[in-house]
């Protein structure tokens, strides 16, 4: 499954992250998944549930944003906010439109605990997962 591939490399940043801090466990992942990413957050939760186990993760929980989906028009040139499954502009109902955002897989952040330094930290990034 799909999926768990996503989930797998997602959980191997997660490492990474955690071991350049020296991490002692990750607590909070949040990751932003677009409408149009093709991947199903339900099924990267099970397959996170599944994956975690035995890893640095073992103990988090994973968080799913979805963006909205937003297009730039090719013919009035307007950016708009659509539903998934209609990608026509706003403001003139063309459906020459280019996908700004909506189809990403990113990792957002990572809270983990880090001996020895305040208890919480966060880790922002903006990395792609694959
Ligand atoms: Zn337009």
């Known amino acids: 499954m ?3 591939s996503i989930c797998s490399a997602l959980l191997e940043q997660v ?3 955690a071991g350049k801090r020296g991490a002692s466990a990750v607590q909070r992942i949040t990751i932003e998944v677009g409408p149009l ?3 199903d957050p339900g099924l990267l939760q099970a397959a996170f549930a599944v994956l975690r186990t035995g890893s640095c993760s073992a103990g988090a929980n994973l968080f799913i944003d979805t963006p909205p989906v937003r297009i ?3 013919a009035c040139g307007a950016e708009s ?3 998934p499954n209609r990608l026509a ?3 003139c109902g063309s459906f020459r439109s280019r996908i700004v955002e909506g189809d ?3 990792l957002r952040r990572v809270e983990m605990s880090v ?8 880790v922002r990034s903006a990395a792609s997962i694959h």
């Open 2 to 4: 799909h999926e768990f």
């Open 15 to 17: 490492a990474a992250l």
């Open 37 to 39: 990413s093709g991947v």
């Open 72 to 74: 730039r028009c090719m």
């Open 81 to 83: 906010i659509t539903p």
């Open 89 to 91: 502009c706003a403001q």
């Open 104 to 106: 990403e897989l990113r």
């Open 115 to 122: 001996p020895a330094l305040p208890p919480k930290q966060t």
